[in-house]
């Protein structure tokens, strides 16, 4: 059980009482540099590092600032700087934070291999906005740290204060982009015997040392020579492969994996079930939706798609429904509340889908699920906090079916790709269980794509395009753009396209269906791209792959660390028509060979038609065959092997001659 809003109230008045300045004191003091850090020439936990850090040290508590409970992390690290490289890359820092956090009491230095001292002068410390890896747009602190060169050692420290938090389910990392000597993480716990609350620590992909008890109610833990943290293409979750320490406050019920799953399964059954009943208007309204289906799978499409399409989710971002709005928005505390208000938050559209499945006959319960986005399930860690996602169980004939219309853009007979193939506990009375969720085939996630195109004997290449998308390609494309206007996402495709098209010129953009949760998201415009082929006297060269023109290989590295891991599996299907140009013709035209397989498969088809004027080029490929979505490392080189004649037949290139009464070539197939 995690700590309650009730529980966090009494450690508030206890925190009041916790003296926090000595922790400050200490914090807010520069500690002097051993002669040999700054003579160090070389790295010590990774031999070709072009920085390392000396130590990184974090202090966190939790404080009572008058009127909210606030998450405090004092941050403190030494770098030492080996070359001009690791100058460049570790002098320029940016602290960023969020609308509930911000950041305070920056303070930095460069200690010289001389023994001189620079200071970081306060008005080097400016705000901005930066974009993170994964294109969210933050605001961050940042500064320059002064006059580094290679041989220097910088240092600096800064404190966070995450607002209305507390350290209660609180990630703590334990490696950063460069490698470090030692990570050392304070910690204060809250406690009282009018708490029945524990801190507790779950440490991943680490180990770190026993907990050593400090001054002032700390605790502190470490780890030693800990390489840096890199991204990877297509790696798994962050979580499942950086060293990291999950802090949280539970009670100590003394239960093994086992049993807590058995009583969590229960207590959830019995919190829900009031939620999912189905009375004389629920049943009613199942009635009428069913009408005169009788297949089950008929039944729970009629009353999935109702409530996905006709109760509006307060908390979508394209329901018009405002903050100020849900505030003055009356709880629905049953599933006849939520049919007669005609709209509730997720969980109340997700009970209403219950309790018209009840109606109808069939047997619903709620499941918990994990998020496999986020980090990878394992029932033997016994809380409840990686099972955060909650969908509804039905079940048909002897098997589970999970069900989701709380997200509308999720097809029936699909989840969030995040809760497909993974251990949802469906909750029950007497004997809650594990069940796997499906994994969609390649077929269910699609990108069919056409064209038809005009070549112009310059190399411009001009046409009509539409891109259709399914599944999750189609629910991730609807969820990033319902809310945006339609010049908003206009203006994105123009983007999008001109980074792999410099030259791309659009017009007639049509975005249909990108707000209906039943069809496709599709996608069509009128695209110029002078250049496109390449014009070497006589010759033009042609890439048919239009839809694959200027993406780089899927795997660049020769080598890799992490295991390999796409989010679902998925296919693409593309059908290209060119309109030669007069006066030339095919001189060489071998198509691309195909890769078959069962996991993965490509193949391409190419012929010409009406009197050798028309090239049509066919392309399909799929990938996730029989559910495999994670590969471990070992297998990379064979996999690499497979994305790169993928890269390879989509860069493939036709030559295109003059018409010189030659015998032309005919197209290879």
Request: charged share 30%.
């Amino acid at each position: 059980m995690s700590l309650n809003l009730r529980a966090a109230k009494v450690c508030i008045i206890l925190l009041l009482l916790l003296p926090n300045s000595a922790v400050a004191q200490e914090w807010d003091k520069w500690r002097p540099i051993e002669a040999e850090i700054l003579a160090l020439k070389t790295p010590t936990v990774e031999k070709d590092a072009d920085a390392e850090a000396i130590f990184w040290e974090v202090r966190v508590h939790d404080q009572w600032d008058g009127y909210t409970l606030n998450n405090i992390l004092l941050h403190y690290i030494r770098i030492k700087i080996f070359n001009e490289r690791g100058r460049d890359a570790q002098t320029k820092i940016d602290l960023a934070y969020n609308n509930k956090s911000r950041v305070s009491d920056i303070a930095g230095r460069t200690l010289k291999a001389n023994g001189s001292i620079v200071e970081l002068k306060k008005d080097g410390i400016f705000e901005r906005t930066i974009a993170k890896a994964s294109g969210v747009k933050v605001k961050a602190k940042s500064f320059v740290l002064p006059s580094v060169e290679p041989g220097d050692v910088i240092e600096y420290r800064w404190r966070e204060i995450r607002s209305e938090n507390s350290a209660n389910y609180m990630r703590l990392h334990f490696q950063r982009d460069i490698p470090i000597q030692l990570v050392k993480y304070y910690i204060k716990p809250l406690s009282s015997e009018l708490i029945p609350y524990q801190m507790r620590t779950a440490t991943f992909h680490g180990k770190n040392t026993p907990f050593k008890q400090e001054i002032n109610g700390f605790w502190s833990t470490t780890m030693s020579n800990m390489p840096a943290f890199r991204e990877e293409a297509y790696m798994p979750p962050e979580a499942e492969v950086r060293a990291w320490m999950l802090i949280y406050y539970t009670e100590d019920k003394k239960l093994d994996a086992e049993k807590y799953w058995k009583e969590h399964g229960k207590d959830v059954y019995k919190k829900t079930r009031s939620q999912m009943k189905a009375n004389d208007d629920v049943q009613k309204k199942a009635a009428s939706l069913i009408g005169s289906a009788s297949e089950p799978e008929a039944k729970l499409a009629l009353l999935f798609d109702f409530c996905r399409t006709q109760i509006k989710n307060i908390y979508d971002d394209a329901s018009g429904i405002t903050a100020d709005d849900r505030v003055k928005l009356k709880e629905n505390k049953s599933a006849s509340d939520t049919l007669k208000s005609g709209k509730g938050d997720g969980g109340d559209i997700n009970y209403l889908f219950g309790a018209l499945a009840t109606a109808a006959g069939f047997e619903a319960r709620i499941a918990l699920l994990p998020d496999r986005g986020d980090t990878f399930f394992d029932p033997r860690f016994a809380d409840s906090y990686f099972l955060r996602s909650r969908s509804v169980a039905v079940k048909v004939g002897e098997k589970w079916q999970f069900f989701d219309p709380a997200s509308r853009f999720v097809p029936m007979g699909m989840l969030r790709w995040q809760e497909e193939g993974v251990a949802a506990l469906v909750s029950d009375a007497k004997d809650p269980i594990f069940v796997t969720t499906e994994l969609s085939e390649p077929s269910k996630s699609a990108r069919k794509r056409t064209a038809s195109f005009r070549l112009t004997e310059d190399g411009t290449l001009e046409g009509d395009v539409q891109v259709e998308s399914t599944g999750h390609f189609a629910a991730s494309f609807k969820e990033v753009n319902d809310a945006k206007s339609t010049s908003q996402r206009e203006e994105e495709l123009r983007e999008n396209i001109k980074e792999r098209l410099s030259t791309a010129e659009l017009s007639n953009i049509v975005m249909e269906d990108a707000t209906d949760p039943l069809k496709p998201y599709t996608i069509s415009y009128h695209i110029r791209v002078s250049g496109y082929a390449v014009r070497t006297g006589k010759r033009l060269f042609l890439q048919p792959a239009y839809f694959q023109r200027g993406f780089a290989p899927y795997f660049s590295t020769a080598s890799r660390k992490h295991d390999i891991y796409f989010d679902y599996p998925w296919s693409e299907k593309d059908s290209i028509r060119f309109e030669l140009p007069e006066g030339f013709v095919l001189d060489n035209g071998d198509a691309p060979g195909g890769i078959p397989g069962d996991i993965g498969r490509y193949e391409v088809k190419m012929s010409l038609v009406n009197g050798q004027r028309i090239l049509t080029f066919d392309r399909t490929f799929h990938f996730g065959g029989k559910g495999t979505i994670f590969l471990p490392v070992s297998s990379y080189s064979q996999l690499k092997s497979f994305f790169d004649g993928v890269h390879q037949g989509d860069s493939h290139t036709i030559t295109l001659k003059m018409n010189d009464g030659i015998q032309t070539s005919k197209v290879t197939k």
